[in-house]
C-alpha cells in the first residue's frame, strides 16, 4: 500500500468520471443560465460566523464543521455548504435585485463516509435574492426539475410542503409541542429528544413506534394565514400549470428556522431511501439580515452531484462519456514530425494526441488504438523523405498516403466523417 492516500471521505476522480462531472456542471450551467442565473464562485474558506449564524442549531455547524485558526488568528471554516457564502457575498457586493446567482463546487463535512456520502462532495445550486412572488418558487422548483430531466432521469420525484409565515411555524411548533408532549410515553426514546430539540423534526421520524401518534399531530394547513395559504395555493398552481409533478408532504420540514413559506426536496426513484435525497431547499428570510445585509428574501436548492449521479447509473441514463481524440500521430522517425502535426491539428480545431519516446511502430499503434482516436496519421522514414503522410481511418478503413501539402485537409474529412474515406491512392 502507498505511504500515502486519500483521506477518508476524500477521492481523487480519475477520468472518464471527471469528464462526467464536468459536463453535469455544464448542464447545470446551460439549464439556469438560460433563466437568467449567473455564477458565483464563493471561495471555499469563510470565517466561521457565516456558517454558524445559520445553522446554530444543526449537526452540519455543530459536529462536522472544518474549522480551524488561521495563522493570522482567525477562525475559519471549509464551507459545508454554499447558501451561507451567497448571503454573505450579496450582503458585501449589494448586487441589484433580484439577485439570481448559481454555483457549483465542493463543500466539506466531517461526517461518517458510506455510499453516497462523503467528507468533499460536490453541489450544484442557485438562489434567488429578492422577490416574494411565488412565480420564483415556481421558477426554481421547476428549474430543478428540468436539469434532471435534461440529465435524462425519469423517476425524480418531487415533494412539496409549506410551513407558512414565521408566525404560523412557531404556533404550529407549539401545537406539536403540545401533541407530542401529551404523547411522549408512546414516542420512541430516540423522538423524545427530538421533541426536547425541535418539535418540528418529530415529524421527519420514520420510526415505526411513532406513526401513530404522527398520524394524529395537527396539520400545518390549519395554521397557515391567509397570505401563507394563498403563497402556497399559487405555488402549486404554478407548478401545475408547467406540469411538473408533485406530491405534498405535510412532514417535509427544514431544520432552520429561516425556512418559511415554500420547502421542497427531490428525490431518486430507483436509489434505496438512505441515498435518495438528490437535494432540496425552499424560502428563506432573515438569513440576510443575519450576516449584516438589510431584511431581503431569499429561496433556492442545492442538488448533490454524487446521489444525482447514482440515480442516473440506477436509471441508466447520464454516462460517462467515451474519452476519444480526432487525430493520433505516430512518427517513427524519431524529429519532431509529431510535435509539429498534433500542433497543427490541434490549432486547426482537431483534438490530436501522439505516443512519446520513440517507441516502435506496434507499440504506437497500440496507443493509437487505446486513444479510440478516429483517424491515425503516419509518419516514417520513407513518407519524412518524400513528403508524404499515411493516413489509417481507425474504423477498419483502409490506409492510404498523401501529399503533405494536403494532409490537413484530408484528416479533416476523414476525422469529421464529412466525406466517404477517399479511395485508396496509394497503399503502403
Ligand atoms: P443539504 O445541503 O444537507 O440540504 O444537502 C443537499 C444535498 O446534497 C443532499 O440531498 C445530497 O444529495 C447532497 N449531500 C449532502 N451531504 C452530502 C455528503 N456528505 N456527501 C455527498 N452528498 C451530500
Not at 520513407?382 to 501529399?403: C, Y
Request: hydrophobic fraction near 40%.
Amino acid at each position: 500500500m502507498p505511504e500515502f492516500q486519500t483521506s477518508p471521505g476524500m477521492r481523487d476522480i480519475l477520468a472518464p468520471e471527471s469528464a462526467r462531472w464536468r459536463r453535469f456542471v455544464q448542464v447545470f450551467a446551460d439549464t439556469v443560465e438560460a433563466a437568467g442565473y449567473e455564477q458565483i464562485i464563493p471561495p471555499l474558506l469563510e470565517d466561521i460566523g457565516v456558517f454558524s449564524r445559520v445553522g446554530e442549531a444543526t449537526d452540519v455547524v455543530t459536529k462536522e464543521m472544518y474549522d480551524f485558526v488561521d495563522k493570522g488568528e482567525r477562525h475559519v471554516a471549509l464551507r459545508p455548504e454554499q447558501t451561507a457564502s451567497v448571503c454573505r457575498a450579496f450582503v458585501q457586493h449589494r448586487p441589484t435585485l433580484p439577485w439570481k446567482a448559481w454555483y457549483s463546487g465542493p463543500n466539506f463535512r466531517y461526517e461518517k463516509p458510506q455510499r453516497g456520502r462523503f467528507r468533499q462532495f460536490d453541489q450544484v445550486g442557485i438562489e434567488v435574492l429578492g422577490p416574494t412572488d411565488p412565480a420564483v418558487d415556481v421558477e426554481v422548483i421547476a428549474l430543478g426539475w428540468r436539469f434532471f430531466q435534461a440529465l435524462g432521469l425519469r423517476q425524480v420525484t418531487l415533494r412539496l410542503n409549506s410551513l407558512g409565515e414565521p408566525s404560523d411555524r412557531s404556533r404550529y411548533t407549539e401545537a406539536l409541542r403540545k401533541h407530542f408532549g401529551d404523547h411522549a410515553s408512546e414516542l420512541a426514546d430516540e423522538t423524545r429528544a427530538t421533541l426536547a430539540r425541535n418539535p418540528l423534526r418529530v415529524l421527519d421520524s420514520k420510526r415505526p413506534e411513532d406513526a401513530l401518534v404522527l398520524q394524529s399531530a395537527p396539520r400545518i394547513d390549519d395554521f397557515f394565514s391567509e397570505a401563507a395559504a394563498d403563497h402556497f395555493a399559487r405555488v402549486r398552481a404554478g407548478l401545475d400549470a408547467l406540469g411538473v409533478p408533485y406530491t405534498r408532504d405535510e412532514r417535509l420540514v427544514r431544520g432552520l428556522d429561516y425556512y418559511r413559506f415554500t420547502t421542497f426536496e427531490y428525490a431518486g426513484g430507483t436509489l434505496d431511501s438512505a441515498q435518495n435525497a438528490l437535494g432540496g431547499g425552499g424560502r428563506y428570510d432573515g438569513l440576510v439580515e443575519d450576516l449584516g445585509g438589510p431584511s431581503t428574501p431569499g429561496i433556492g436548492f442545492a442538488l448533490g452531484l454524487d446521489r444525482t449521479l447514482l440515480a442516473c447509473d440506477d436509471e441508466g441514463v447520464f454516462a460517462a462519456p467515451p474519452t476519444s481524440v480526432d487525430v493520433f500521430v505516430i512518427d517513427t522517425t524519431g524529429g519532431f514530425e509529431a510535435t509539429v502535426l498534433t500542433d497543427e491539428f490541434r490549432s486547426a480545431g482537431l483534438s490530436a494526441d501522439r505516443a512519446y519516446d520513440n517507441r516502435s511502430m506496434k507499440s504506437q499503434m497500440k496507443a493509437a488504438d487505446r486513444s479510440n482516436a478516429r483517424v491515425a496519421v503516419i509518419i516514417g522514414s520513407d513518407e519524412l523523405a518524400s513528403g508524404r503522410a499515411v493516413i489509417r481511418p481507425m474504423n477498419g478503413g483502409e490506409q492510404f498516403t498523401v501529399s503533405r501539402a494536403t494532409l490537413l485537409g484530408d484528416v479533416l474529412r476523414v476525422a469529421r466523417g464529412s466525406e466517404p474515406t477517399p479511395t485508396p491512392k496509394e497503399i503502403k
